[in-house]
């Protein structure tokens, strides 16, 4: 099964449309407020919380817009999703901060970039399995900054 | 003539004398003054200093031994949570049974209160008369079997097979939650008004000993085999000066000439009549039990009633009971017998000051030759007033009690009737019934009472929504919340978006579905009172409270608070955390902005929380604000979206924040006074 989501924002049509070409695969899509229809595939407007983290597990591949929420979801479930930044240019987003991301995550080998969407139906065919080897954890220098702060203050205040 | 008309001679002329018999053996004098009634005194403002101070203590350090009051023993017996009070109490009774009832006359705080109005009356020149009942002194010993055996009996009896008798014990001995069990000040105040100076005032010195209290059920019948006595010597000539000191009621005088001991169980050990004695013939020893001494037949006692008056006493006693009792869930148990002790009382007087032609009450005459006096009238009026407010108090908990009947029988469950926003579809008919029956004696309580009941208005509220008023149905949640304090309740069974619950969590901390145990299906608890915490974290939904849930190791070791938006994946992400849900939306608009401050108030001033973690978005902005300006400390985490620049959130925040922590180094030199120590995501 692939699992299509582009979260609860604008539209995003231009990711949804390429789908159309693509067959003989369960297809399950989650398209918000995108008007398209796909006449290959399950169409879902809104997942509950949990019906998406359902989704995301049963799926070969994930692919999603670049939004953070959506990444770490994939990524707590160990799949490395195929994202498609939201673009300012094409009315996606109120900026490119997807477009960045993206890359930074990309470089770190977090989620794979798909650019241009007219190149998935291909990608997806080439694609074995998005698996991560290790799920990614917090830094551990960021926790154990965290921490000792936080100790200290309430240990300060129960004295 | 009348009296006071009279010249000087002629009443100089009418004193008579009387002559005086030399060396009499029964001698008149002066009755002495007790010297262990200072003694007494002295451990008894002791005993209230250390409550006192037992819960300053408290206070200041926030946990502490659990209340030790015997009545937590029921805890003990009922769920096997052995605390101070539980120890105490069987510590007490087992000390009884040796020594005799010692704790009652100089560890209990009641008849310190009690003695403290008898000694005010006193200085009033009034000496509290002993109202003699045959009947109601057996209501302590009731109650305390309906307290302490009553339950375990039912368990044994009708209880699920696989349930122990006795249940498994756990221990209790230190609290953090010391007045949990105790009623708020605004019932313990007329409370103690009424069972430590009232009941004195109508009944007797010990009044609220004789015919209320539960715990002396138990204490008498561990003195009746206790060795420990008062006991008399030969030295005693019968002058009765013990009897006439005695405050709990006893015939010492007739008591130990015919048994040489004082067999009552009402005897308290105040040692008064010991120190009082003129031929120092009393003192205390060991020796026989009351139960080993001969029956008590030639000692006759005076009292109070008739026998159909006891008749009619112990009805009004047991109907002002229950009228009282939880009525307004307000009064408490000892309340509701201290309450219906009076009434009685005033019954009983009133039906005799009406019935007979001289009636006289302390040092007036209410009533002689058949003329009822000013002070008469002021009785009457008194114990009309009394006894209507109790009738009143009864048929408001008549009516409540109907409803709770009702309320038991809806039968429709939760999670069908919460499915829909007008659950009206899925009632039966009989559920429909009760559902009327339930609104209209919950309603009538409610209109009727003169206080709010925190306890049934859930109720009524629930009736409200079942009959599709779900907006009446908050505003009545709202009504009660205000009046719970420092307790944790079930407010309702709402949830899933079938009432809008943001508007309670100002009251408290509204726990979200499941959190407090499966029993609540589908249910919302909120948390009413002052209760710290060290860590708020507040994020709007989505990928902030994701990158905050992965820094679990940071909040999971301290108390917490969520502050988020209530949206479908912080309910199943924080299914097990105390969340509070802001108002929302929050992003891009101000709409919300002012009932969230009001909220954010709310919440910081209950939670108090030391540190406020958030990753932002606009959610977060008012209650990081709220915080710092209670003295929180403040860290904000900047999503890891930003990678160039901040984002608002981090520019509204990072003014008050102590941290700001970027995810990408090269925002760390864009924005001022932050670090970069790694991200959420490293691998």
Redesign the interface.
């Known amino acids: 099964m692939i699992f299509v989501t582009i979260g609860t924002s604008e539209p995003f049509d231009r990711l949804l449309a390429p789908l159309a070409g693509l067959d003989a695969e369960d297809l399950l899509v989650q398209h918000g407020d995108s008007g398209i229809e796909l006449q290959n595939a399950r169409m879902v407007s809104y997942l509950?919380?949990?019906e998406?983290v359902a989704a995301i597990r049963e799926a070969r591949a994930v692919v999603a817009h670049a939004?953070?929420?959506?990444?770490?979801?994939a990524?707590?479930e160990g799949k490395r999703p195929l994202v498609v930044p939201r673009r300012r240019e094409h009315g996606e987003a109120v900026d490119d901060?997807?477009v960045?991301?993206a890359r930074?995550?990309a470089e770190?080998?977090?989620v794979t970039v798909v650019d241009d969407p007219v190149e998935l139906p291909e990608i997806l065919a080439g694609l074995n399995g998005g698996a991560l080897t290790?799920a990614?954890?917090?830094?551990?220098?960021?926790?154990e900054?965290?921490?000792s702060?936080?100790?200290d203050?309430?240990d300060?205040?129960r004295r | 003539m009348k009296s006071g008309c009279v010249s000087k001679e002629v009443k100089k002329s009418r004193s008579i004398k009387l002559p005086v018999l030399p060396n009499s053996p029964i001698q008149q004098s002066e009755i002495r003054d007790s010297k262990t009634s200072r003694w007494r005194a002295a451990a008894l403002v002791a005993l209230n200093l250390l409550m006192i101070a037992h819960i300053v203590q408290w206070r200041l350090m926030g946990t502490t031994v659990s209340p030790i009051e015997p009545s937590e023993s029921m805890y003990t017996l009922q769920r096997g949570a052995v605390n101070a009070g539980f120890i105490f109490f069987g510590l007490a009774i087992l000390a009884t049974l040796i020594v005799g009832r010692f704790v009652c006359g100089w560890g209990c705080h009641i008849l310190a209160l009690q003695d403290f109005c008898a000694w005010l009356l006193k200085k009033l020149g009034l000496r509290p008369k002993a109202f003699r009942s045959r009947l109601l002194v057996f209501v302590p010993l009731i109650a305390a079997l309906y307290m302490f055996v009553w339950p375990t009996a039912l368990r044994f009896f009708s209880g699920p097979k696989d349930q122990p008798i006795i249940p498994e014990f756990t221990n209790h001995l230190v609290t953090t939650n010391f007045w949990e069990t105790f009623p708020s000040i605004a019932v313990a105040i007329p409370f103690l008004f009424i069972c430590g100076f009232i009941t004195v005032y109508f009944l007797g010195s010990k009044g609220f000993c004789t015919y209320a209290c539960p715990y002396g059920g138990f204490f008498s019948l561990a003195d009746r085999v206790s060795p420990g006595k008062i006991r008399v010597t030969d030295a005693c000539n019968q002058c009765g000066h013990c009897t006439a000191t005695c405050t709990s009621n006893v015939l010492v005088h007739a008591e130990v000439n015919q048994f040489g001991m004082v067999v009552d169980p009402g005897c308290m050990k105040c040692m008064d009549c010991i120190s009082v004695c003129p031929n120092d013939a009393l003192y205390f020893g060991f020796g026989m039990p009351t139960l080993a001494a001969p029956k008590p037949k030639a000692i006759k006692k005076s009292y109070s009633l008739t026998w159909p008056e006891e008749i009619v006493g112990a009805i009004v006693f047991l109907g002002s009971f229950l009228a009282v009792r939880g009525v307004y869930a307000l009064v408490p148990f000892l309340m509701a017998l201290g309450v219906a002790s009076v009434t009685t009382f005033l019954a009983v007087k009133t039906m005799r000051l009406l019935s007979t032609s001289t009636s006289t009450f302390y040092n007036s005459d209410l009533k002689s030759s058949g003329r009822m006096s000013r002070a008469g009238w002021l009785f009457v009026t008194f114990a009309l007033l009394w006894i209507g407010l109790t009738a009143h108090a009864g048929w408001v908990r008549y009516h409540e009690f109907a409803g709770e009947r009702a309320y038991e029988k809806v039968q429709i469950p939760d999670e069908l009737a919460l499915a829909r926003i007008n659950p009206g579809r899925w009632l039966s008919p009989l559920d429909r019934e009760q559902v009327a029956t339930g609104k209209k004696h919950f309603g009538t309580a409610a209109d009727f009472g003169f206080f709010a009941n925190s306890e049934a208005l859930p109720k009524l509220a629930w009736f409200e929504y079942l009959s599709g008023d779900a907006e009446k149905s908050v505003q009545l949640l709202n009504t009660a919340a205000t009046h719970q304090h420092g307790q944790a309740r079930a407010l309702s069974l709402y949830y899933r978006g079938a009432i809008d619950l943001t508007a309670l969590a100002a009251h408290g901390v509204v726990y979200p579905p499941g959190s407090w145990g499966r029993v609540m299906n589908g249910g919302a608890w909120l948390q009413c009172g002052d209760e710290k915490v060290d860590v708020l974290l507040t994020c709007s939904s989505g990928g902030h409270l994701l990158q905050l849930l992965v820094l679990r190791e940071v909040w999971e070791p301290f108390d917490r608070v969520w502050v988020t938006d209530d949206r479908s994946d912080t309910r199943s992400l924080l299914a097990d955390e105390r969340v509070v849900f802001a108002h929302w939306p929050t992003s891009r608009t101000l709409r919300t902005l002012p009932r969230n401050l009001a909220l954010a108030w709310r919440v910081v001033r209950r939670t108090r929380p030391a540190v406020v973690l958030t990753t932002g978005a606009g959610t977060a902005v008012p209650f990081a604000w709220m915080a710092r300006l209670h003295g929180a400390r403040v860290v904000h985490i900047e999503t890891l979206t930003r990678v160039d620049s901040p984002s608002l959130t981090c520019r509204l925040i990072a003014p008050i924040a102590d941290r700001v922590y970027v995810q990408w180094p090269d925002l760390a030199s864009v924005v001022k006074r932050s670090r970069y120590v790694g991200s959420v995501i490293s691998r």
């Open positions: 509950e919380f949990d998406l939004g953070v929420g959506t990444i770490l979801t990524l707590a901060h997807q960045v991301l930074r995550l770190s080998g977090l290790t990614p954890r917090p830094d551990a220098r960021l926790v900054e965290l921490r702060f936080v100790a203050r309430v300060a205040r």
